[in-house]
């Protein structure tokens, strides 16, 4: 990033320990903090993000060289404003339910699936409009084996029913730089949800935003339940190693994450991981990479079935210049399938026809060089081409799997199984064994697939087996980032050691402890065309729709979206 994107801002070890010190003098009033309190501190934010969104999206598009008019303006108000200003109305209506009966209310009721777990669903969160305003999609919670209808009550919220006074501690939240809401919305999670106050470290990649964000913080900081602080790794580590930091929360990479737990690469941390004598000795959760796979069923597609689905995977590539731990990096696919190579040369003309981005993340050339097999010798713009790679062997190439290349590249494996049914469950067993991560993956099949039982059968059994704590159906699993009332997080069960995609999650909007996975579901093709593909020309019109939906909930303003997405 240039110097002119950047505050250069840098907070001192001096005001790092000053701010932790205010931050513990306010926690234990902040543990007393009646819910009626914390509901109006929320409103209070969601109206700061109001009056500070345009200077938001301003700022965004300027650092990443999106030009007034484009429709790529849109990514930015999705993934900023209306993904905060959903996330604090959720929040406010799950704290209402808290205040009046004790508990968030559920949208709908829960249910056994066909293995027995229970399930629970977490969209249409019957506010905002959802009805209307995100269908025809729905996504639900499978949980842990041990969750039952009968104690369900009992992973709602337990933060806000335990006896006697609350304690409050003292989070440091290290933001990330690609995607603007996630510093916002995880710092909101630590506080709202799980009672903590929290020191925010930005980002050197787009701590520009600072400003923006002090003012959307302003009622907590006013409050003394929030600060934010600047600078690079030194200002991290001066913060997460204070002695009065209780927990950490680190959105970023897996190496990031090692480094802070572990130290530097070396025999020094080996031998401090086979010991389990982490560096930092303190609570970590956390949201990391991830190989993120899209298996796609082989079958009958229509013509205007494959185009969609085409767009749809390269939109998860195209969005935000391919900056995100959710983009698709491995196309799954059955070699036997006819229509294959018909698909993928659909996918490449999504590519060819989408204009060429500034890949403005650090590092990116070097990476895209590495990934895409580029001659060294080649000479390399800021604008990388969005690059489709068939028929890659991962026993050949194990980097694309075992790492997640954060740039502008898609690899498609190719996999042999004598039956569809067996490409499906060798699809499954590849993810899960052969990719690095478990945040998230997403399933493509034919219109008429789920009409037979037996693959009824066979998807929900995948389903259930995916290994990510976020699976959709048909769709981007990105989608379910900004819905908010989904958990955000990896597939339980990492560790510090073997971390994955991460420790924990966030969002998770009505506070239901004990879930798995959650799966959304859609159907194959839509109507209006979805403002995040890249070949909506109305986007931005249409982002701004629903933040204004948000903002100011009524049936007027739900109208309004609907005709500005039909002109799409």
Not at 43 to 51: H, K, Q, S
Not at 74 to 103: C, K, N
Not at 120 to 126: I, K, M, S
Not at 480 to 497: K, T
Request: proline content about 7%; aromatic content about 10%; charged content about 20%.
């Amino acid at each position: 990033m240039s110097s002119a994107q950047s505050t250069e801002k840098h907070t001192s070890t001096e005001q790092v320990c000053r701010f932790l010190e205010e931050l513990d003098r306010a926690k234990r009033r902040y543990a007393e903090t009646s819910v009626r309190r914390r509901i109006l501190l929320a409103e209070r934010c969601a109206e700061e993000v109001a009056e500070a969104a345009p200077e938001w999206v301003d700022l965004a598009c300027r650092a990443k060289a999106i030009p007034p008019g484009s429709p790529q303006r849109a990514e930015e108000v999705f993934a900023g404003p209306v993904a905060t200003m959903r996330y604090l109305r959720l929040l406010a209506h799950a704290l209402r339910g808290i205040e009046t009966r004790g508990l968030p209310r559920l949208p709908g009721k829960a249910y056994r699936a066909a293995d027995g777990r229970l399930c629970v669903p977490l969209l249409p969160t019957g506010v905002l409009y959802d009805r209307l305003a995100l269908f025809p999609f729905k996504v639900t919670a499978r949980m842990r084996e041990g969750v039952r209808q009968e104690n369900l009550n009992d992973y709602l919220a337990p933060q806000y029913r335990t006896a006697g006074p609350r304690l409050a501690k003292t989070v440091a939240v290290l933001g990330a730089g690609n995607v603007s809401a996630i510093p916002l919305t995880d710092a909101f999670t630590k506080l709202f949800q799980e009672g903590s106050v929290v020191l925010l470290k930005m980002s050197p990649v787009n701590d520009y935003l600072g400003p923006v964000f002090e003012r959307v913080l302003k009622p907590l900081v006013d409050e003394g339940y929030l600060r934010i602080i600047y600078g690079g790794s030194d200002v991290g580590a001066a913060a997460v190693h204070h002695r009065l930091v209780d927990e950490v929360h680190i959105t970023g990479s897996v190496h990031s994450h090692d480094a802070l737990v572990w130290g530097p690469p070396g025999a020094e941390r080996d031998q401090r991981k086979s010991a389990n004598r982490p560096v930092l000795e303190k609570p970590i959760t956390s949201e990391l990479g991830n190989v993120s796979p899209w298996i796609f069923l082989p079958g009958e597609y229509s013509r205007r079935q494959l185009t969609f689905q085409a767009e749809n995977i390269a939109a998860s590539v195209v969005n935000n210049v391919s900056f995100n731990c959710v983009a698709t990096k491995v196309l799954i696919t059955w070699k036997r399938w006819p229509l294959r190579s018909q698909f993928l040369d659909l996918i490449d003309a999504v590519f060819l026809r989408t204009s060429k981005r500034r890949s403005y993340y650090p590092g990116a050339v070097q990476r895209y060089r590495r990934f895409a097999e580029v001659d060294p010798a080649a000479e390399l713009s800021e604008f990388l081409p969005w690059t489709l790679l068939r028929d890659v062997k991962p026993d050949e190439k194990p980097q694309f799997f075992s790492e997640e290349s954060f740039v502008c590249v898609l690899v498609e494996v190719a996999l042999d199984a004598s039956t569809p049914e067996d490409f499906f469950r060798s699809a499954v067993a590849f993810a899960n064994k052969r990719l690095s991560g478990t945040l998230c993956a997403a399933v493509t099949h034919p219109a008429g697939f789920r009409s037979r039982l037996s693959h009824e059968r066979l998807l929900q059994t995948c389903l259930g087996e995916l290994q990510y704590g976020a699976v959709a159906v048909n769709h981007w699993p990105g989608l379910m980032y900004a819905m908010m009332s989904p958990p955000w997080g990896g597939f339980p069960g990492s560790s510090l050691a073997d971390a994955q995609s991460g420790i924990g999650a966030v969002h998770n909007t009505f506070m239901l402890e004990g879930i798995e996975k959650a799966v959304l579901e859609g159907p194959l093709t839509m109507f209006p065309k979805p403002p995040w593909f890249p070949s909506h020309s109305h986007a931005e019109r249409v982002a701004w729709s629903y933040f204004q939906l948000y903002h100011r909930p009524s049936w007027t303003n739900a109208v309004k979206l609907l005709f500005a997405s039909l002109r799409g």
